[in-house]
């Protein structure tokens, strides 16, 4: 009887490292697929996300070409998400504009806190095929925002639609959810 019992035991324990093993490569795998996931639908256009990332770069200009023939609407949201003590509203609901046209709208926004809070903006574009012609030279979201205590302010955007939009799409819903920013720990020598 005790020489069956140590072979169990150690058929156990390997069972246990196996288990463990494998939780351990499925957490460092669910870590690894969010800056995957996230890159793969900046490249592609999935899930709305754009691919701009802070604006016109020095020898580019804005689009020359403007498509007259057609007109695209373009509506505003904001979401505040749980934990960020701000309001935020678009102060334009939505433009009418030619694709290849700059245009620029403001969003506002409020620390309802008695303290500053940082907050950062994630943009959204619906349709989904709209998002790699949706271009941001200028945006609120490229950076995280610090607001006072009880601080209001207006968040500029200056973005185009490129002409290469389908025709068919008529109607773009560009969407910002703003989280609050992870805080800060201070370095041993006082700075953040």
């Given at each position: 009887m005790s020489e069956t019992?140590?072979?169990?035991?150690?058929?156990?324990?390997r069972l246990v490292g196996r288990l463990v093993l494998i939780v351990a490569a499925s957490a460092a795998f669910?870590?690894?697929?969010?800056?995957?996931?996230?890159?793969?639908?900046r490249v592609t256009g999935l899930n709305g996300k754009t691919f701009s990332a802070g604006g016109l770069a020095a020898d580019e200009k804005p689009l020359e070409r403007v498509d007259r023939s057609r007109l695209v609407k373009v509506e505003f949201t904001g979401t505040v998400m749980p934990g960020l003590?701000?309001?935020l509203r678009p102060l334009?609901?939505?433009?009418?504009?030619?694709?290849?046209?700059?245009?620029?709208?403001?969003?506002?926004?409020?620390?309802?806190?008695?303290?500053?809070v940082t907050g950062q903006a994630i943009p959204s574009v619906t349709p989904g095929q709209a998002a790699q012609h949706f271009h941001k030279i200028e945006c609120f979201c490229f950076n995280q925002q610090v607001?006072?205590?009880?601080?209001?302010?207006?968040?500029?955007?200056?973005?185009?639609?490129?002409?290469e939009l389908d025709a068919e799409v008529r109607t773009i819903t560009l969407s910002y959810a703003f989280f609050k920013a992870p805080e800060s720990t201070?370095?041993?020598?006082?700075?953040?």
């Amino acid at each position: 009887m005790s020489e069956t019992a140590v072979p169990a035991r150690r058929d156990h324990g390997r069972l246990v490292g196996r288990l463990v093993l494998i939780v351990a490569a499925s957490a460092a795998f669910g870590i690894a697929l969010v800056p995957l996931y996230d890159t793969i639908c900046r490249v592609t256009g999935l899930n709305g996300k754009t691919f701009s990332a802070g604006g016109l770069a020095a020898d580019e200009k804005p689009l020359e070409r403007v498509d007259r023939s057609r007109l695209v609407k373009v509506e505003f949201t904001g979401t505040v998400m749980p934990g960020l003590p701000w309001e935020l509203r678009p102060l334009q609901n939505s433009v009418e504009l030619h694709p290849g046209e700059m245009q620029q709208v403001a969003f506002l926004v409020r620390n309802t806190a008695s303290e500053p809070v940082t907050g950062q903006a994630i943009p959204s574009v619906t349709p989904g095929q709209a998002a790699q012609h949706f271009h941001k030279i200028e945006c609120f979201c490229f950076n995280q925002q610090v607001l006072a205590p009880g601080e209001a302010r207006e968040m500029p955007l200056m973005f185009i639609v490129k002409p290469e939009l389908d025709a068919e799409v008529r109607t773009i819903t560009l969407s910002y959810a703003f989280f609050k920013a992870p805080e800060s720990t201070p370095r041993k020598d006082g700075r953040t």
